[in-house]
Structure formats: C-alpha cells, structure tokens
C-alpha cells in the first residue's frame, strides 16, 4: 500500500495503491482502511468525491463500497463512521472503476480515513484496488498542533 | 476532576479527567455533568465527536451513554438538552474506551457540556471515566465576546 499527494488546483487528490482486500472465506463482509487522509484534505463539513479502481480481480463479485470513518485518535482505535456508504457498487470480478462521493458535512475530526468494505458475498479469492480522494486543498497547519502552553480556560 | 486542552489538525481537544460516577446504591440513574466546553471550541451547529474511557471500573454495568446539554448561563442555572444521547454503550466494569458524536446541529448556545449518563442498572460501586471532546478551534475577541453594547 503507498499513497501519493496531487495539488491540482484548489483541488487536494490522495491516491492509495495497492490496498489489498483478502479473501472473504465465504459469506463474510470483509473490509480495507485506507490511510489516514492527508491533513492538506479539506474534510471537514464537506462532501468531495472518490474514485475506487478494482487493480487485480477475484472470482466473487463483493459489491465493494466505501465509507467514512473519523477517528480522535491517530491510530483510529476508536472510529465513528460518519457516512455510511459511497453508493457505489464495484464489481469484484473486473478491472473496472466507479465513482462516487462521502459526506462529512456538520462533522469535525482531527482523524479521517475512508473504509472499503463488501457485501458479503463470498470474494473466493484476494482482490486489490487503488483509492482516489479529492477534496479541497487547505494549508497545512501540523505546525499549530501544540498542547498550548497558554491557558485557555 | 482535571481539564487539559491541545490542539491538533486544526481542532480543539478538551479532556476531562477523573469524571466520578457514584455508586448508584441500587437501581437509580446516575449522572455526571462534565466542565463547560472551553470557549475556544466551536460548538454551535456542529456535530460534536467525544471519546471517554473508563479508568477505574465498579462491578455493575451501568451502561454509560452521554447527552449533549447548553445554557445561556455559564452555572447552567437551567440546561436545556440539545441531543439526548450518543447511541454509546460504556460498559464501566472494565477499562474501555467508546466513540461517538452528539449533534448541535442547528443550536446555537454560548455555554454547552456533555453528561455521562447511566442506565439505571446498579453499578456496584463508584467509576471514574476520562471524557475528550474535540471541535473546531475558534480564536475569540474576548473582548467582543463578553462585550456588553451601550447602544
């Protein structure tokens, strides 16, 4: 799995290769998590658009859709979905593409990363796939991440 | 009870330590109001995403869920209840921690908290719990904030 970062515009594009989904082992929902979106992704309160390619097939069609999880954790020990599906429908057993869009609109997480998950039909065999995100470009702020030394109470 | 702030990926994070839920000397529900959401949170008509964590457990699970509740005072003399619950389950019998959200959405309120509710099982026992809330960080003028206007 490796991710890229493509400034196109006022457009911020995260691409993940690579994300690797195993085999369902029967009539199992299995699921992926990309990495953790880049903090230049303009998540919050917005909807922006994704894309899933299907890069190396299996034999079962899963249904492969995606959803949003927030996080105040770095390490995502405790996610909270916040949009439950992409509306999309990838079929398992192609090199195919689909597109679709994620919702965090109202929501503010200092976390966010998008799931893939299929629908429980049995995958009979591992799958890959790439993951495109295109939100809003915002200015890089990690240097304001501080335990302020200010009181703020 | 200690409350640390920090920032990170541009939202204020307010973590409170040492919540105490008493024992609930049988089947009564218990509640523990949180400190007010700092100033520097941007809390009106946002979704609000908490974490809490059960630190020191009692032997009845007690179910913890939590609502979000604002005041036009900051003593919350009277609290009006903004979302009455998280859908979250925290069982105090054991260290573990949930995530959830509470929605302000379409609220606006100079003071909020969030309360840690029981269910009214027994819960045995005093627990203690750490509550983080997080929301977007916003830099107030202060002195506009508590301006009083003359005209």
């Known amino acids: ?57 299996c034999a079962g069609d899963g249904a492969l859709d995606a959803r949003l999880e927030g996080s105040i954790e770095s390490t995502f020990a405790n996610p909270v979905t916040v949009d439950a599906s992409a509306g999309v429908d990838l079929d398992t057993t192609g090199l195919n593409t689909v597109s679709g869009t994620l919702s965090a609109v109202s929501n503010t997480w200092p976390f966010y990363r998008i799931v ?34 200010r009181s703020y109470a | 009870m200690a409350t640390t702030y920090a920032k990170v990926n541009q939202q204020f994070i307010q973590v409170v330590e040492d919540l105490t839920i008493t024992d609930s000397a049988g089947a009564n529900v218990v509640t523990i109001n949180g400190t007010v959401l700092n100033r520097y949170m941007d809390i009106s008509d946002k979704v609000v995403p908490f974490e809490a964590e059960i630190t020191e457990a009692s032997a009845g699970d007690g179910a913890i869920d939590f609502r979000l ?36 959405v379409g609220f606006w309120y100079p003071y909020w908290r969030v309360v840690a509710f029981t269910d009214a099982t027994d819960t045995v026992d005093d627990s203690t719990l750490d509550l983080t809330v997080v929301a977007p960080f916003v830099n107030r003028n202060l002195s506009l904030l508590e301006h009083t206007s003359v005209r």
Request: aromatic share 6%; with cysteine.
């Open chain 1, 1 to 57: 799995m490796a991710s890229t970062n493509t400034a196109l515009g006022k457009r911020y594009i995260f691409t993940t290769e690579a994300l690797a989904l195993a085999d369902s082992a029967g009539a199992n929902v299995v699921t992926v998590a990309g990495d953790t979106l880049p903090l230049n992704s303009d998540i919050d309160g917005n909807i922006f658009g994704i894309t899933i390619e299907c890069t190396e097939v």
């Open chain 2, 69 to 104: 509740e604002a005041s036009l005072t900051a003593a919350f003399t009277v609290a009006i209840v903004i979302d009455s619950t998280a859908g979250v389950d925290l069982d105090p019998t054991g260290l573990n921690t949930v995530s959830g959200t509470l929605s302000a």
């Open chain 1, 116 to 149: 893939l998950f299929t629908d429980g039909t049995d995958t009979a065999d591992a799958s890959a796939y790439t993951l495109t995100t295109a939100t809003l470009y915002r200015t890089p702020a990690a240097h304001r991440n501080s335990t302020p030394a």
